[in-house]
């Protein structure tokens, strides 16, 4: 089976001279790939990449902790919510790395609140950033009634990965697997129970450009931390994936999923 990638930007313009040989290798190596908006014009785009793809790329709506310039538009995101009947809302979070001000972040910490009770009002799960401001995000987190969390590309203490999945949130493990040593210690800290492959492409490639099919040097480098075979990581990581996001769209192959996803399939035979 295909591995997914979790987690990539492929609306951003770092793709704009060479998108569709990307997409390709993309398409022949792995099953999907999730992509998540930052703000009106990024959920826009992500959306039609996920209509030109055919639903190979699936779009999350959200508004980027660091997009300070849109945080008056929050009511034009949850129209963009609303309207396209998404299926996570995402990215949102903290980032009281690129933020300091303290009155943006008091700001930052209301607009992240009001995308988290739109998730918490439409039961769908939320796709995290939490950049220096892990625990504040947690504690945020942990008192809205949520059909699922993902903290994507976590970077927090792995005592704080271990308080996310004891809640039964998802981990998101990017590239930084292949030379992190914090991300290698959150890997040992919560094994494959509840982690989720990502590259966060373009970013988090040394330095280079990164690419979705990039998860596959990921599950080698997972299944050497853990000592398990990598077609164990890309099974389970991608079977997190389809479970968080309740996804039936990626060809699923654990047993739960393949209840849903023949529950589905009955039900759009039965409206035919
Ligand atoms: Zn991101």
């Not at 009511?75 to 009155?103: C, M, P, W, Y």
């Not at 040394?206 to 099974?235: F, M, W």
Request: glycine letters at 6%; charged letters at 30%.
């Amino acid at each position: 089976m295909k591995p997914l990638d979790a987690h990539a930007h492929l609306d951003m313009d770092r793709y704009s001279s060479d998108r569709s040989e990307v997409l390709d290798e993309c398409r022949s190596l792995l099953s999907g790939v999730i992509n998540p908006g930052r703000d009106p014009e990024s959920n826009r785009e992500s959306m039609r990449l996920q209509e030109e793809t055919d639903g190979f790329v699936k779009a999350n709506l959200g508004l980027h902790p660091t997009a300070t310039q849109d945080f008056d538009r929050v009511e034009e995101v949850k129209r963009q919510i609303e309207k396209n009947s998404t299926f996570a809302v995402g990215e949102i979070g903290l980032d009281h790395h690129h933020v300091t001000e303290k009155d943006l972040r008091k700001r930052q910490e209301s607009v992240f609140r009001e995308m988290v009770e739109t998730a918490e009002k439409k039961g769908l799960p939320v796709v995290v950033h939490t950049r220096s401001a892990e625990e504040r995000s947690i504690e945020i987190l942990e008192a809205y009634d949520l059909t699922g969390v993902y903290l994507h590309c976590f970077n927090g203490r792995p005592g704080l990965a271990q308080r996310a999945t004891e809640n039964g949130w998802k981990i998101g493990v990017s590239t930084q697997v292949l030379y992190s040593d914090r991300v290698g210690n959150i890997v040992e800290e919560i094994g494959l129970e509840n982690l989720v492959l990502e590259t966060d492409s373009p970013f988090l490639y040394r330095g280079e450009r990164n690419s979705p099919v990039n998860v596959l040097e990921s599950a080698e480098a997972v299944s050497e931390i853990l000592d398990v075979p990598e077609t164990d990581v890309v099974e389970e990581t991608a079977g997190n994936t389809r479970e968080l996001f309740d996804l039936e769209w990626f060809r699923p192959t654990i047993k739960s999923v393949q209840t849903k996803h023949q529950i589905w399939f009955s039900k759009r035979s039965r409206t035919r």
